[in-house]
Every structure is written in structure tokens, then in C-alpha cells.
């Protein structure tokens, strides 16, 4: 297997995959590292094959989609790792693999510099009252035309195909904040904890919102087993799950993290708003968009706070980095937007069939 920065579209595909089976190879394998430091030469053709997709992946504005769902699909693969699945304990022999943190460093850095461009440029003032401005904006934005085509024109087959994408985080819902409450106590963090208590339903599991997720699923009569429908899943939206782990497993970025769940929970609302409409037209019955309805009540609340108690409170506590805060809310904006466009272009090509 080999291919250039000028392969075609088709060839550029299928060297993709032969490139992830190998990854999968890989990861499988007792003692990772050890493996490889007694045979070295088992990951030099895959090493300099990873650098040819980063260089198709990351060469312009666009990028190459091919190489851009190979590189997520991988990332995702290795971020998962910090999560725990409820499965063999043997899937975890190689979370610590310094071969692995080298990898995903690599995919990282070449993806998150090229992110960078795609952030809108900050605007002047005070960090506080921009954010502010921007939540009174967000939580009653214009129709978008994305969002009123799920409203309006998605069919029920489309409906099952935004659940199938949407579930690869829906079912592991709010993990990652998870990963950001340990430290010292105080009355950002006992915020951030009571959010996430109502997330996984105040200790109770059929309250739990991936429980919802869960219930609306079968009552469409889908898989409702976690990663499910992954082979599914457009590169964009693995993004905006793999941006959250970047962003979450380094807390020099806790500034940065807190702007994008705050635009999160304030867009929410709006945006579910469009496919519970959609699900009630198709006829879906209370349990098949219990999620969504119990969002739009739930985050209108929750952006609240992260506004008022735990954002603005930041803001004045690190009136230095606090544009950190803007910068995390205007990326996680773009990431959202462009998932959201990416999982209509599915139901689109969906549709003509």
C-alpha cells in the first residue's frame, strides 16, 4: 500500500481503509509498545502513510474528506480509551501506550493548527459582556437553512439517520465534563457538578439523558447499543467529539472548554427545537423525542447558569486569559454548525433514494 498528496479520490478512499484495518491491527495487539520496540519495522510504512493523510488532510481550507474521516475515525478510537464501556477489560491493554499518545499528538497538532483558521477573529471589549452578547443572540437565533430543513422536510427515514449519527454521543452523554470537575472545591466546580448531576439524571438511570437517547431509539425501532451506527458517522461530527476530549484532557484549555459547553447549553434549545418539530410531524409519539423536549426544557436553564455562575465568574477570576472563553464559544459555534450541516448532507443523499 502507498499513495502520494495527488492521489485520486477513489484510490486516496480504499488506502484510507487498508490504513485504518492496520490501525485496528495494531490497537488489538497485547503490550502495543512492547511489540513494536522488539520489531520496530511493524509501524514504519504506517507512521510515513499517516503523514501523507495529514498532509491531504490539512493542505487548504477544505482538506481532503477521505483523509479527514480516517484521521477522526482514529483519534475517536484512541480517545475512547479514557472512558469506560462496561466491556472486556482486555480493550484497555493498551490505553497507556506511548506509541498511541505519540499518534494521537501527531493527528492532533496537525488538525488543531488547522482548526485555528476556522475561528472567527475575536471581537473588542470586554470578554464578560461579549459573551453575554453573544448567549442573548444564540438562545433565539434566526432560522438557519439547516435547521429548517430538518424542521420542515427531513422524511422518516432521514429522522432514523439523524438519531443514527447523533447517538454516537448521545449514548455517552456529557463524558467529557465528567473529566473536568476534580481539583479544588469551589463554586464554579460545585456549578459544573450540579449540571452534571441533572445530565445523568440525578443518580437515577432510567433519568439519565443517554436513558432517553436510549428509549427514542427503540421506540423507532433502532439499535440502541452505544457506536452502533459509528461506520455512519461523517467526519465532522467525529470532530466535534474529538474536540471535546482536546479540549477536556488539558486543562490549560479549561478556559476554552467552559466557552464551548456554554455555547452548547445555550444553543441547544433552538436547535432541538427543529427536529422535535420534525419528529412530531413524522409521528413519533412522546418516547421517540422524549430527548429532545427534555433538552429544551433542561439547557434553557443549564445556559444560565453556565453564563451567570460559571462562565462570567471565570471571566473576572482570569481577566488575562479570559478571551480563552470567547475563543472556546465561537470554535465550538463553527464545529457545531458545520456537524449540523454535515449530518443534513447525509440525510440529503439519504432521501434521493
Not at 481503509?17 to 511489540?35: A, I, P, S, T
Not at 472486556?88 to 497507556?96: G, K, Q, R
Not at 483558521?117 to 437553512?145: F, M, W, Y
Not at 479540549?247 to 490549560?252: A, D, H, I, M
Amino acid at each position: 500500500m502507498n499513495f502520494n498528496s495527488q492521489t485520486d479520490s477513489t484510490a486516496l478512499d480504499f488506502s484510507c481503509q487498508e490504513l485504518e484495518e492496520e490501525f485496528l491491527e495494531l490497537l488489538g495487539l497485547e503490550n502495543l509498545d512492547r511489540v513494536i520496540a522488539e520489531n520496530p519495522e511493524k509501524v514504519k510504512s504506517f507512521r510515513s502513510e499517516v503523514e501523507i493523510v495529514l498532509s491531504n488532510a490539512f493542505r487548504n481550507d477544505e482538506g481532503c474528506p477521505q483523509a479527514h474521516l480516517f484521521l477522526q475515525r482514529v483519534l475517536y478510537r484512541i480517545n475512547r480509551l479514557k472512558l469506560f464501556w462496561y466491556d472486556s477489560l482486555e480493550n484497555y491493554a493498551n490505553e497507556d501506550s506511548r506509541f498511541l499518545f505519540s499518534l494521537r499528538m501527531e493527528i492532533e497538532n496537525a488538525w488543531q493548527d488547522w482548526e485555528e483558521g476556522n475561528i472567527p477573529s475575536g471581537s473588542s471589549g470586554h470578554p464578560g459582556t461579549a459573551l453575554s452578547d453573544r448567549v442573548k443572540e444564540d438562545l433565539q437565533p434566526e432560522p438557519s437553512p439547516d435547521g429548517l430543513f430538518i424542521r420542515n422536510k427531513i422524511s422518516r427515514a432521514g429522522y432514523q439517520r439523524f438519531l443514527a449519527i447523533a447517538s454516537l454521543d448521545g449514548l455517552v452523554e456529557a463524558s467529557q465534563l465528567s473529566r473536568m470537575l476534580g481539583g479544588v472545591g469551589n463554586e464554579v466546580q460545585t456549578m459544573l457538578t450540579r449540571i452534571l448531576w441533572e445530565e445523568y439524571g440525578s443518580g437515577k438511570f432510567s433519568r439519565k439523558h443517554s436513558t432517553y437517547f436510549a428509549t427514542m431509539l427503540e421506540e423507532c425501532g433502532m439499535d440502541s447499543r452505544p457506536e452502533a451506527y459509528f461506520d455512519l458517522v461523517p467526519w465532522e461530527v467525529l470532530a466535534g467529539i474529538n474536540h471535546s476530549f482536546f479540549l477536556s484532557e488539558r486543562k490549560k484549555n479549561f478556559l476554552r472548554y467552559i466557552g464551548g459547553l456554554l455555547y452548547t447549553e445555550v444553543s441547544v434549545p433552538a436547535a432541538f427545537q427543529n427536529i422535535k418539530v420534525a419528529g412530531e410531524r413524522l409521528g413519533m409519539g412522546d418516547k421517540g423525542i422524549g430527548y429532545w423536549d427534555l433538552h429544551i426544557r433542561e439547557d434553557i436553564r443549564h445556559g444560565q447558569w453556565m453564563l451567570d455562575d460559571v462562565a462570567l465568574p471565570l471571566a473576572r477570576k482570569y481577566p488575562e486569559q479570559a478571551r480563552d472563553l470567547l475563543k472556546g464559544y465561537d470554535q465550538q459555534k463553527f464545529i457545531s454548525s458545520r456537524s449540523t450541516s454535515a449530518i443534513v448532507e447525509s440525510i440529503r443523499r439519504l432521501d434521493l433514494y
